[in-house]
């Protein structure tokens, strides 16, 4: 049986027509008698716990276990360390997506727009792409000390990166007949792009925003092995030194909560702002 | 009869990457002030590019587009275009879509309701006002695309193809509000398709072009009267007219040959 996972994105490009409808609501247009997806999704949230509850009680590997793990997110909630920690990381990341993302717009439409600004910026874009943002941590520190800078750069940069290619394919993928259309019906330079290009690329831009906060997201964690105070990274890192694996534990759980929260606001702006498009 | 649009000893040639390719080679057409003028002829012929020189969208590598006498140097609303994929703004109403244009000439708001709505009626989608283009069928799109043309009321109509991708029974249709809308209206009407049938029934005259490179073969006259009528077009006169196209079409003498 196929089951489709709730909320599941297909953003950038679909298949048949056909499928249309079930793609927008695949938990309950299935065959007659097939379990809900949700409720699936419960079952194995349980047996999850339960296997890793199962293998804690055999000593596996020295690995504590889900009531230990809780009590401990318990405490670092009480102290204020965990939400202390969750501010720090989440503050990081939104400052550099918000510079990277909204640098990454206005570039990626530049480039589209002007053949010259594109030949200009493509071979530091394709070469940045290639280098992992993390390999640039060394770099960063050197060039911008240890605070606060360094750490959301790196944030910046993988944001941007990730989020500049989608815009532009965005921009250049606008209809040629959408413009030109516009163009017989009176439309200047001004009103093609601002009512015209950015409506039509919303979508690709939308799509590139999630992937640079994904990046953004995972990218926070070893930034902050650079010499920070507190964050989840941080707080992780430390706890590595202690070898206390209810803190890693708890970090694991936070960041991942935490980033498919804010993948799904994203999601749910996505849908909203995309709602004219045809899903093929 | 006073010439609208006036194609003269038109050339456009497009860079490829060996010299280049001629698309229209010394096109020479003058279509009259609300005159209904077809263009068939094979595809590669030119007949996208005829329509986009007259739309201002592109320019002629030599000779000179005029309409009204003034030569076209961009597209302006005296000129509207419709494109076979219709070109809706998809995340735009039907109403918004058709407003599109009007927006842009600064008509007071309760104006470009009035005209948006009117528009809207003339072809036939006032239930769907509020829909967006995706909820359309292919028929309502093109009439959607159609009433954004007329809302800011053109002199001049260019279609490509308008109605090359719909099925036959919605494409009659809109051939015959085209034609209704064109009685009442009169403005100059130059529409491009593949469909010999389509360019006897709908035209005065039929320009057929020939390509490689695209030129025009042929302009046949067609002395049939308006209004239209589906017995005209069941009539031996039609079935003539609609061989000597075909003819002019299909069996064209090779560039070379001709004198
Ligand atoms: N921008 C362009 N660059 C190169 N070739 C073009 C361009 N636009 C059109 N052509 C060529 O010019 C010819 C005529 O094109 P078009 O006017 O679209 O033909 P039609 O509409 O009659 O099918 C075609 O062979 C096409 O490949
Ligand atoms: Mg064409």
New interface residues.
Partial sequence: MDIGVPGESKAAGGTATGAARATARPAGRRKGRSVPAPVLNVIALVLGLAVWALLAWRGVGGLPGPLAVARRGGDLLRDGTLEGDMVASLRRVLIGFALGTALAVVVGFLMGWYPVVRGLCEPYIQFFRAVPPLALIPLAIVLMGIGETPKIFVIFLAAFLSSVVATLQGVVGV?R??I????????RDR?IFL??VI??S?PFILVGMRVGLGSAWATVVAAELIAAQEGLGFRMQHAETYYDLDTIFVGVIAIGVLGLVMDRLLLLAERRIT????RR | MTSKISFRDVTRTFPVNNGAFTALDGVSLDIGEREFVTVVGPSGCGKSTLL?LA???DEPTSGEVTVDGERVT????E???I?Q?Y??????TVRRNVE??LR??GLPAAERRARATHAIELVGLADFADA???TLSGGMKQRC?IA?AYA?DPEVL?MDEPFGALDALTRVQLQDQLLRTWSAQRRTVLFVTHDVEEAVYLARRVVVMAARPGRVQEVVDIDLPYPRTEQMRLSPQFAALRNRVWNAVYHQPPAAARP
């Fill in positions: 209809d007949t959408l030109d259309a516009a163009r017989v019906l009176g439309a009103t009512r015209v409506p039509a919303a709602r004219w498009q045809e | 986009a739309a201002g969208l961009g597209p302006g609303p000129r509207g275009m494109f994929q070109a809706l703004f998809p995340w735009l599109f244009g842009l000439t967006l283009p995706k695309a954004r800011v260019l």
